[in-house]
């Protein structure tokens, strides 16, 4: 079957580092896509990775374990901006398979 | 980047009658789907628009539900039919970039059925 687990909701304060971890099961695995999203917003595009390891862009990084079938996405230097859901989505062949999202809300 | 204009932006609609979104892409593209998001819930994919084939539809999605055009390389539409409230959602088109190292979403379409 497929499944994608991610915690519902987080919290966390301006200026801190926060985690968001991703389990997933899926067939035909062929890569690991995080997104972030704005209440009313359309889903935009944060981080693809396929091999194990971290990818670092800016203030956002995300990490990969194939073996373990696990990501985080790790975000630095909160901002209140950052208060959004972050999205995990394994693709499946051609498919992306969503979790449920998790919602951050960053306090000053 | 590929950039995406999905028409119109909202609607309400009355139970029973149809309604077409149209995904307009500025790049020829190969893969082309269609997500559902219904309230407070994450994305779920209704189906992949093929070009110049039928659409291949997810478990729970059917054809006569969900009828997809794909003409050509840069256009799809997704008509809902027949709605009722269960429908109200946001629909949103999604392309795979060029290396399938992204994939991007467009603006989506919220639609309400009374």
């Known amino acids: 079957g497929q499944n994608i687990d991610q915690p519902t909701e987080m919290t966390a304060t301006e200026g801190a580092i926060v985690q968001i971890n991703c389990t997933y099961q899926t067939s035909g695995f062929n890569g690991l896509f995080w997104y972030q999203q704005h209440a009313g917003e359309a889903p935009t595009f944060l981080s693809y990775n396929v091999l194990d390891g971290l990818e670092e862009k800016g203030r956002f990084s995300s990490f990969l374990s194939r073996s373990k079938g696990y990501s985080y996405l790790l975000l630095k230097e909160l901002q209140m901006k950052d208060s959004a859901s972050y999205l995990c989505?394994?693709?499946?062949?051609?498919?992306?398979?969503f979790g449920t999202g998790t919602r951050l809300q960053v306090f000053p | 980047s590929a950039v995406i204009s999905q028409k119109p932006s909202r609607d309400i609609c009355q139970r029973g009658t149809s309604l077409t979104i149209q995904c307009q892409v500025d790049s020829q593209v190969t893969m082309m789907f269609w997500y559902r998001q219904q309230p407070g819930q994450s994305l779920t994919l209704i189906a992949t628009?093929?070009?110049?084939?039928?659409?291949?539809?997810e478990s729970g999605f059917v054809i006569d539900k969900f009828p997809i055009s794909r003409p050509n390389l840069t256009f799809s539409t997704l008509t809902v039919s027949n709605m009722s409230p269960e429908d109200s959602s946001i629909y949103l088109c999604?392309?795979?970039?060029?290396?399938?190292?992204?994939?991007?979403f467009g603006p989506g379409t919220r639609l309400l059925v009374l």
């Open positions: 628009a093929n070009q110049g084939s039928e659409a291949t539809y």
């Open positions: 989505a394994a693709r499946n062949t051609d498919k992306l398979i």
């Open positions: 999604s392309v795979i970039g060029q290396g399938k190292e992204t994939q991007y």
